[in-house]
């Protein structure tokens, strides 16, 4: 009945129907990995809801200042709960996660402190905000923050340098969970913890920040267990569940949360202030349904990284790999080929599934980049995405999808559509 629905309305050929089949046995493992850590964070958040007493009255709205806001702060206690540290600050008003991770470092380092990237070169969109980048005001260097980073050798931390960059000036490091754009492997969270080990055995005194962009849920815990001061997310990513319609979390530790709250609204009001508007219903409900969600989206990645193994192609994370992200990246090795794939997941996606995206010059890179997306939120990648940068080897980063079913197929309309470019 499937089969011939696949075949009928997407034309999914039979080889590439003979190939989904075998991709989901050699899944299967990683599969019931990921339903076990889905119903152990799923009855984790039910019973915070619960300890919480989480009623309807924390689903309104404030408005104006926002004092007292009942729903506000309770969700920022559940959050820091669930994702391991003391405090959280979870609000619409982060635009995204770009701003969720300046505001902790502008909230934390001071003029003449220096910024240590353990993690090779942050996610790019940091660039102007340390001020890496040429032209960019306002930066932390503006304000006489220095910086230095420690490049990855072979997706590894590089102790020797990580411990030689640090001097009584360095007052955070910065460490990224996720791959993002590069080919390297993504970090669990207990070689988090061991990072994080490592800089405290050096200074306690440092603020370890974990940009932990697309790994919530993922595991079942987050780098607050394993002593970050700070972990960083957007609510257009895992934790919103696929209905947060903007937002970002902070969690950590009392004292850095504090200080972060400060730069977020202001010295004196820190989080006395910022009314949720009608935002609370949405983050509870996507908070709720976030471990379903993501464990949708990580088994749509295993499928992804089986299926075109079987193809042929060199993808990462192997799908046995354990994973701690929800990003799956594939080899292309051509431009045509990349650009099939992303068509094939618009194809898939249930927004502009008619839309057919092409290479384009978007600000900021360097290549041109092409991306599919067609998503309920602008933006979201939660929800079923694909992008990759127009160069050699021609890399796509698949992410995302709310419901496994319709993400596999979305897969499987790709895989047909590089198919089909190779014969051509
Ligand atoms: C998505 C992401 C960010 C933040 O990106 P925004 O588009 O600003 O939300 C930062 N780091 C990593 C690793 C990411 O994946």
Redesign the pocket.
């Known amino acids: 009945m499937i089969d011939k629905f696949l075949k009928n309305s997407y034309g999914i050929s039979d080889r590439v129907l003979e190939l989904a089949k075998i991709a989901d046995q050699k899944a299967a493992a990683a599969y019931e990995r990921a339903d076990k850590i889905c119903e152990y964070n799923s009855l984790r958040v039910l019973k915070a809801f619960g300890d919480h007493n989480v009623s309807e009255a924390h689903l309104g709205a404030t408005t104006g200042y926002g004092y007292d806001d009942l729903g506000r702060d309770t969700l920022d206690n559940i959050y820091a709960e669930i994702f391991g540290g003391e405090d959280a600050l979870v609000r619409h008003n982060i635009?995204?996660?770009?701003?969720?991770?300046a505001t902790c470092l502008y909230g934390i380092l001071r003029p003449g402190d220096t910024l240590v990237a353990a993690t090779g070169k942050?996610?790019d969109?940091?660039e102007e905000v340390i001020g890496i980048r040429d032209g960019s005001s306002g930066s932390l260097k503006d304000f006489g923050v220095g910086y230095r980073q420690v490049d990855m050798i072979d997706s590894k931390v590089d102790y020797d340098s990580l411990r030689a960059s640090i001097d009584g000036t360095v007052k955070a490091v910065i460490i990224?969970?996720?791959?993002?754009y590069d080919w390297r492997d993504t970090f669990c969270v207990d070689e988090i913890g061991e990072i994080i080990k490592f800089v405290k055995s050096i200074n306690s005194e440092i603020v370890c920040i974990v940009?932990n962009?697309?790994g919530e849920f993922v595991e079942d815990k987050e780098p607050c267990s394993v002593g970050a001061d700070l972990i960083v997310?957007?609510l257009?990513?895992n934790p919103g569940g696929g209905l947060a319609q903007s937002g970002?979390y902070i969690v950590g530790t009392k004292d850095a949360v504090e200080k972060v709250s400060y730069r977020l609204t202001c010295p004196g009001i820190g989080r006395e202030c910022g009314a949720s508007l009608g935002n609370n219903r949405t983050f509870y409900q996507g908070f709720f349904m976030a471990p379903h969600v993501v464990c949708n989206a990580v088994k749509a990645g295993v499928f992804c990284s089986a299926l075109f193994e079987e193809l042929g192609y060199e993808v990462n994370p192997a799908s046995d790999d354990v994973r701690s992200?929800i990003?799956t990246s594939i080899k292309f090795g051509n431009e045509s080929s990349l650009i099939a794939f992303c068509q094939g997941i618009q194809k898939g996606a249930p927004i502009d599934s008619f839309v057919v995206p092409m290479p384009w010059d978007m600000p900021g890179y360097e290549n041109q980049v092409i991306m599919a997306a067609g998503a309920f939120v602008q933006?979201s990648?939660i929800e079923i995405s694909a992008d990759g940068p127009i160069k050699p080897p021609y890399v796509g980063y698949f992410q995302g999808g709310l419901t496994f079913e319709t993400a596999r197929l979305a897969i499987m309309v790709a895989a047909q559509k590089v198919i089909d470019c190779n014969q051509n």
């Open positions: 635009v995204n996660g770009t701003m969720a991770i942050p996610y969109t940091l990224q969970r996720s791959k993002g940009d962009c697309y997310g957007s257009i990513k970002g992200d990003i933006g990648s």
